[in-house]
T-cell receptor, first 115, second 110 residues
Framework: ETGVTQTPRHLVMGMTNKKSLKCEQHLGHNAMYWYKQSAKKPLELMFVYNFKEQTENNSVPSRFSPECPNSSHLFLHLHTLQPEDSALYLC??????????????FGQGTRLTVV | EDQVTQSPEALRLQEGESSSLNCSYTVSGLRGLFWYRQDPGKGPEFLFTLYSAGEEKEKERLKATLTKKESFLHITAPKPEDSATYLCAVRRRGAQKLVFGQGTRLTINP
């Protein structure tokens, strides 16, 4: 496996369900992110993790709960979602601390539909 | 607040017809400006990073340029496989958040 891998690629869940999205990066990076891409809206940052520590929460509702057990894995736990939470959820990673780089590399995303 | 505006929203070209996509931005201290390509149902694919005004980067038929207020993605003699949505994003110095534009949906007709 190379790059950033997300599973599942597609997920349909009811509003009372609990599910988790998984992300794994094989790039040796030290930062990981969750972004949300809704129809007709730009990508928006949800969470930032550096060396497994959450450093940014972009005012995300508590029904989204991230977990980062190590610098290669990131989860997004979902519970009691609303239909408006249907979107493409993208995981990304980057290498922080250098003077160049700074670009983020994205996974293929999980297409989430809440019914 | 950092902002990115891309134009046009959609662009349809004939194969071989060169053109440019625009990304206008405002940011307090630019760390980098990034271009990505996104195919339907997939994640953004990294293309270029530009760090300072005057910088240019090239990859195959694509060339990205940067001024203090905008960036252009020039596409020369495009092919149908260049059809995709092109995203522009900026990152402020000292921050990790990428601020994205709405994207330009590019269609190249054979």
């Amino acid at each position: 496996e190379t790059g950033v891998t997300q599973t599942p690629r597609h997920l349909v869940m009811g509003m009372t369900n609990k599910k988790s999205l998984k992300c794994e990066q094989h790039l040796g990076h030290n930062a990981m992110y969750w972004y949300k891409q809704s129809a007709k809206k730009p990508l928006e940052l949800m969470f930032v993790y550096n060396f497994k520590e959450q450093t940014e929460n972009n005012s995300v509702p508590s029904r989204f709960s991230p977990e980062c057990p190590n610098s290669s894995h990131l989860f997004l736990h979902l519970h009691t979602l609303q239909p408006e939470d249907s979107a493409l959820y993208l995981c990304a990673s980057s290498q922080e601390g250098g003077s160049t780089g700074a670009e983020a590399f994205f996974g293929q995303g999980t297409r989430l539909t809440v019914v | 607040e950092d902002q990115v505006t891309q134009s046009p929203e959609a662009l349809r070209l004939q194969e071989g017809e060169s053109s440019s996509l625009n990304c206008s931005y405002t940011v307090s201290g630019l760390r980098g400006l990034f271009w990505y390509r996104q195919d339907p149902g997939k994640g953004p694919e990294f293309l270029f990073t530009l760090y300072s005004a005057g910088e240019e980067k090239e990859k195959e038929r694509l060339k990205a340029t940067l001024t203090k207020k905008e960036s252009f993605l020039h596409i020369t003699a495009p092919k149908p496989e260049d059809s995709a949505t092109y995203l522009c994003a900026v990152r402020r110095r000292g921050a990790q958040k990428l601020v994205f534009g709405q994207g330009t949906r590019l269609t190249i007709n054979p």
